[in-house]
């Protein structure tokens, strides 16, 4: 490579790093900074000694003819970011860096009505409409997902989830599927996997509370294992607990009294003192008042209640404004 440009040269920097002063770099950068510098990382894969020497020649590191070729990759980009933001903030990141270098001449269907957008993949296979859906921002891909009849729209679920490396001629079939309905240009065409669990669960975090429910049953009925890794991962009402203090009134500030004592009925007690606790003092006292005086109600209502709270959550983790931490990061005893 002749020249680099900044994010390239940033890349091959950190690929030289050891690896704790690599995570410590990408933890200072925001996340669209990780994104270009670990798209930078996976398009290299391993450059050759004068590249890395001249890349890394303001650095104090740089030894002529004695630097050992740095190695790029997907594997190394995940595990940078992995170390970095966590695991599941992670493979977020590398399912937008994926779909962005796989698919963005898919953009345009972003703009579309999901419903019609819905009807225009109607009659395609589950695998080509969860190809298509991948390469969606989330919440386009959810209300597509939601305008699909069952049990196309559990097929279409596994089909993302399962979704391997997609190969050349299966993208070359849906850019020609699309182009005759639509007239767009050919899709780019990748050996990128943009599928996956994480996608899905992204998905379906974005989606209401009904289609969650109903999804999720379904899946459970075709493939147990696979449900429960998806339900692991999803963002619950009892995720509050593992919030920071901060966090937590983050989220409980915009929730409605009423809705906060109908999504306290019968919950358990550590759930309970998070949410008592990261109220103001005068909120808990309308709060207390608004429980005592409220008398049976349904367990839909409830659920609902708890949906509101946890669609929440989920938009605050979204936008990076709140941080949930995942099982694997910490254990809570109830």
């Given at each position: 490579m002749s020249t680099l440009s900044g994010s390239q040269t940033a890349a091959v920097v950190i690929m030289n790093l050891d690896r704790s002063r690599a995570v410590e770099v990408m933890k200072h950068l925001t996340e669209g900074e990780a994104e270009e510098i670990a798209a930078e990382i996976i398009r290299m894969r391993r450059l050759d000694t004068a590249t890395t020497a001249r890349a890394l020649r303001d650095f104090h590191r740089i030894a002529s003819g004695r630097i050992a070729p740095g190695r790029g990759g997907r594997d190394v980009a995940a595990g940078l970011l992995e170390a970095?933001?966590?695991?599941?903030?992670?493979?977020?990141?590398?399912?937008?860096?994926?779909?962005?270098?796989?698919?963005?001449?898919?953009?345009?269907?972003?703009?579309?009505?999901?419903?019609?957008?819905?009807?225009?993949?109607?009659?395609?296979?589950?695998?080509?409409?969860?190809?298509?859906?991948?390469?969606?921002?989330?919440n386009n891909a959810a209300e597509v997902l939601a305008a699909l009849p069952d049990p196309?729209?559990?097929?279409?679920?596994?089909?993302?989830?399962?979704?391997?490396?997609?190969?050349?001629?299966?993208?070359?079939?849906?850019?020609?599927?699309?182009?005759?309905?639509?007239?767009?240009?050919?899709?780019?065409?990748?050996?990128?996997?943009?599928?996956?669990?994480?996608?899905?669960?992204?998905?379906?975090?974005?989606?209401?509370?009904?289609?969650e429910k109903a999804l999720l049953a379904s899946?459970?009925?075709?493939?147990?294992?696979?449900?429960?890794?998806?339900?692991?991962?999803?963002?619950?009402?009892?995720?509050?607990?593992?919030l920071e203090d901060r966090d937590a009134q983050r989220v409980l500030r915009g929730v409605d009294i009423r809705t906060l004592a109908m999504a306290l009925k019968g919950v358990n007690q550590a759930i309970a003192e998070v949410i008592r606790k990261?109220?103001?003092?005068?909120?808990?006292?309308?709060?207390?008042?608004?429980?005592?005086?409220?008398g049976p109600v349904r367990m839909s209502q409830i659920e609902e209640a708890r949906a509101e709270i946890v669609r929440t959550i989920r938009a605050l983790a979204s936008e990076g404004e709140i941080t949930v931490h995942r099982t694997d990061e910490d254990e809570y005893v109830y």
């Open positions: 970095s933001f966590g695991a599941e903030r992670a493979a977020g990141v590398l399912t937008r860096v994926s779909s962005t270098m796989a698919g963005t001449s898919l953009d345009f269907l972003n703009a579309a009505d999901p419903a019609q957008l819905a009807t225009l993949l109607d009659g395609e296979l589950p695998q080509t409409i969860a190809l298509v859906l991948a390469h969606l921002r989330t196309l729209r559990t097929d279409v679920a596994q089909s993302i989830a399962t979704m391997g490396t997609a190969t050349q001629e299966a993208i070359a079939v849906v850019a020609e599927t699309l182009r005759t309905r639509t007239g767009v240009f050919a899709l780019r065409e990748s050996s990128e996997a943009v599928g996956g669990v994480q996608p899905l669960v992204e998905i379906i975090n974005r989606s209401d509370a009904a289609i899946l459970e009925d075709r493939d147990t294992a696979l449900a429960e890794d998806i339900r692991s991962r999803m963002v619950t009402f009892a995720d509050i607990v593992k990261n109220v103001s003092e005068r909120n808990r006292e309308v709060l207390d008042d608004e429980i005592r005086i409220m």
